[in-house]
DNA sequence: GGGTCACGGGTACTGCGTACCATGACGGCA
DNA sequence: TGCCGTCATGGTACGCAGTACCCGTGACCC
């Protein structure tokens, strides 16, 4: 074995340690302590293959941003929905390149030749479930000391992260329905990045009457959030 | 003295010397206990007023989130592009208002007088990334009937990443005059989030005889708009 | 055999953020 | 006047991310 092979084979350890941390616990309750552990390696190591912890889900993220703009770039102004969805799709395949190993690339290769319509079928309506993995990943996070890297460039990166793990699972070639497999892999996603703990606070804003008739409905559902 | 301005009080001389910090040390340099240590009170104290560091430069951070959604949820489904571009300026303008109010104030009371370390490139293109970025993803949704809600999220997320770009530029302003430095960077943000250049491209649906004659009518729109 | 070099491991450190507990000031109350 | 609850504050300890530095090991070359 040659050393960038040995590298590589640590890496991908880490990687799999760390995903499987992550669908086992969350994000936030994964420490790089536990997935150097999982992985065989030390704590060094860890850091020496990625820069960050971020770094595990989000590889090589400048090059990904770059390619899904130029992808999104291309879809012209007035496109509906369904180019934008097909876009952010293809942007996200682009970049499934640069993320996947050479095993899973070949592998995906093969499977995306054949599947790859039926998925963007789903990725139009799969879009929407995106978004609330947005939303869950900005209301736990937004505001709360979080890095401003990881504010910045969630938007960009979390549709191609998600991707990335939806796609990394369901090429994993579970037996079965591989839409039921998709759906499962989107749940393991929402829950990945769901919040560590769930908010008790309300924003509300109050500039028109309205905004006060809507303040009682606010108060009555904070009330019974409240009830054990 | 009540409890609530001995509170703010405190807030502000926290305020003051975090700032006074800054200027002297960089942003990244500057830790909670030096800032708590100026400013007479303790550790504990700090994170009391504030819920992180990052929160010193960005705060009442939900409130104005909130602020965005209900401005970009006045905008009423279907609405046209420039219905969705002009509330998605006025939320942006807003933000900004209310964090440069605060970044006014405190450039006035502490000058940046030491050259810190100066903008790393990555951010300056990051930049356009998210430009891009952000663009495509309202433009995808206009007029398809997504939710406000939606559209609250995506521009949120912009102009988050918008303001804790320009701060995170002031903060570590580039050598030259910083009030200078921080008009560059939003100049930046405004062009950022000014609406896009009106779309040449029409999509039409052809089911129905007055959807030919209505062809005629985009035929002509388009034409004259093509017209110098 | 000895030197070099890439890689991994270990250790200690800084800094952010949290949890928990003690204290003292303030105000109400008997 | 003295007791007591409340609350802002401070101190301490802890967990975790990330960095710096040093050391061991094995492959390779001269």
Redo the contacts between chains.
Sequence with gaps: MTQSTARESTRERLVAAAYDLFDERGYDATTVDAVAERAGVGRTTFFRAFRSKDDVVLPDH?AV??R???R??A???????T???T?ASEAAHLVLDHYLTEGDRARARYRLTRTVPSLRQREVAGLQAY?RV??EF?RGR????ES?EV??????AGVVTAHNHVLRRWLRAEPGDPVAALDRALADVLRMFAPPRPSR?R???L?TPDDVDDLEEVVRSVRSALEP
Tied chains: 1, 2.
């Excluded at 879809?75 to 929905?81: I, K, T």
């Excluded at 937004?142 to 000391?145: S, Y």
């Design positions: 400048d941003l770059a899904v703009g130029a999104l770039d879809v012209p102004s007035g496109a509906g929905a180019a934008v969805a876009a978004q947005f939303r900005f937004v505001g709360d000391g401003g504010r910045a460039e969630v938007l960009a606070t924003v509300v804003v500039e």
